[in-house]
T-cell receptor, first 114, second 114 residues
Framework: AQSVTQLDSQVPVFEEAPVELRCNYS??????LFWYVQYPNQGLQLLLK??????LVKGINGFEAEFNKSQTSFHLRKPSVHISDTAEYFC????????????FGQGTRLTINP | ETGVTQTPRHLVMGMTNKKSLKCEQH?????MYWYKQSAKKPLELMFV???????ENNSVPSRFSPECPNSSHLFLHLHTLQPEDSALYLC?????????????FGSGTQLSVL
């Protein structure tokens, strides 16, 4: 079975500051890794995903994430945040064999202060 | 607009009521999902349908009854719910059920059981 831990439930940052949202996972098999974002009163949208190849993955809205197999981590970063980045961010994994079965973390609420 | 529409947006029901949640996708996808999002908990996969056939039931109580009449529509029929069933119910769709597929989510139905 797979599990995902998002170490911070809330992260407050000032506008234009850098941010890192942490994600660690546990799995006995190889997995794909995802970050989804949920803006207020909306469903989830895919930010980026890691399937294979380069461990640094770039996504939408200036976000990127780095896969670290030895540390089983997939942290999300942005060098300069905007008010519009205020949202809840979810890390998720899916085993690469078998059908789609995403396992999500608890989410991190990112609050941007002016 | 993600192409996945859920109705109603909000629903309040008593424990003896019967109600249904509706999801419709306009993306030509073949797979549809129900997820439950409770406060302070990770998203929980409930059901998966692929080409109208149920392929996953994640040990969901029988008071939740899904229906998928075609690849574009998904329903969740509710009866004799409990207060702990209060949550945001999210519908999602994807092209197929490969584990690397991107999920497209609706905005959800916020359910309150009194």
């Amino acid at each position: 079975a797979q599990s995902v831990t998002q170490l911070d439930s809330q992260v407050p940052v000032f506008e234009e500051a850098p941010v890192e949202l942490r994600c660690n996972y546990s799995s006995s098999v190889s997995v794909y890794l995802f970050w989804y974002v949920q803006y207020p009163n909306q469903g989830l949208q895919l930010l980026l995903k890691y399937l294979s190849g380069s461990t640094l993955v770039k996504g939408i809205n200036g976000f990127e994430a780095e896969f670290n197999k030895s540390q089983t981590s997939f942290h999300l970063r942005k060098p300069s945040v905007h008010i519009s980045d205020t949202a809840e961010y979810f890390c998720a994994v899916s085993r690469i064999q078998g059908a789609q079965k995403l396992v999500f973390g608890q989410g991190t609420r990112l609050t941007i202060n002016p | 607009e993600t192409g996945v529409t859920q109705t109603p947006r909000h629903l309040v029901m008593g424990m003896t009521n019967k109600k249904s949640l509706k999801c419709e996708q306009h993306l030509g996808h073949n797979a549809m999902y129900w997820y439950k999002q409770s406060a302070k908990k990770p998203l929980e996969l409930m059901f998966v349908y692929n080409f109208k056939e149920q392929t996953e039931n994640n040990s969901v109580p029988s008071r939740f009854s899904p229906e998928c009449p075609n690849s574009s529509h998904l329903f969740l029929h509710l009866h004799t719910l409990q207060p702990e069933d209060s949550a945001l119910y999210l519908c999602a769709s994807s092209r197929g059920t490969d584990p690397n597929e991107k999920l497209f989510f609706g905005s959800g139905t916020q359910l309150s059981v009194l």
